[in-house]
């Protein structure tokens, strides 16, 4: 996704069609298992992709002080070369 001033209705629309089975957790049983870090990186970037809109358009509110909006701004680099 191009980054752009994003509105809230483009995010909206994003959310909502978004496949939030990314973000459900394996029950206990399982997640007591041995745990597969490539599925679980999987499982992230899966995560990320679906909230990334938010925080893009959080990085852009200048409601949100600067340094708060820099962190947002830092993590999103960091999970985009985690996440390509």
């Known amino acids: 996704m191009a980054k752009k001033n994003l509105t809230f209705e483009d995010v909206d629309k994003l959310i909502q069609k978004a496949d939030l089975s990314a973000l459900k957790t394996a029950p206990r049983a399982a997640a007591k298992a041995a745990v597969d870090p490539a599925a679980v990186i999987a499982q992230v970037c899966a995560a990320y992709k679906i909230i990334r809109p938010i925080l893009l358009l959080l990085s852009n509110l200048p409601l949100i002080p600067k340094k708060w ?6 993590f999103m680099k960091l999970m985009d070369s985690l996440c390509p």
Do not use: A, E
């Not at 909006?69 to 830092?74: E, K, N, Q």
């Open 69 to 74: 909006r820099d962190v947002i701004t830092g």
